[in-house]
């Protein structure tokens, strides 16, 4: 692959990290003002096991998507690496595989904390 093409899909691939971030944002939303408004207080344990649920599996998929994104970036950066004459984008985009190594870790770390403050927004008291 040419270098605008290398640049073009990796745009591509971090649009698809930030994208797979809305629906767990707007589940976490709604545990949160459920929460917040002490609606698991009085439901049944149905109700929170399945609001923990839908947070998991929307997680879950949401880190799957993430996480295959900064796989493919990593090797797209390796890729740009080896163009002829890069650009200095491209040596800059190229240069920050830590960043994306780093993120990968993020996403794990977070997302386990995240819901661990969920199943406690949930199930506490």
Do not use: C, H
Not at 35 to 50: I, P, Q, V
Not at 59 to 66: E, R
Not at 81 to 98: E, F, H, W
């Amino acid at each position: 692959m040419d270098e605008k093409t290398l640049i073009k899909q990796w745009n591509v691939l971090r649009a698809q990290i930030i994208q797979a971030q809305v629906a767990p944002a707007l589940v976490l939303i709604g545990v949160m003002v459920l929460a917040t408004a002490g609606f698991f207080e009085s439901a049944s344990d149905s109700a929170k096991f399945l609001a923990l649920g839908v947070a998991a599996v929307t997680g879950i998929l949401a880190t799957i998507s993430q996480y295959a994104a900064v796989r493919e970036g990593e090797a797209l950066l390796v890729d740009l690496g080896k163009v002829d004459k890069p650009s200095a984008l491209s040596r800059k985009i190229a240069g920050s595989r830590g960043l994306i190594s780093l993120s990968a870790i993020a996403i794990i770390a977070f997302d386990i904390a995240i819901f661990a403050l969920v199943v406690w927004a949930v199930l506490g008291n």
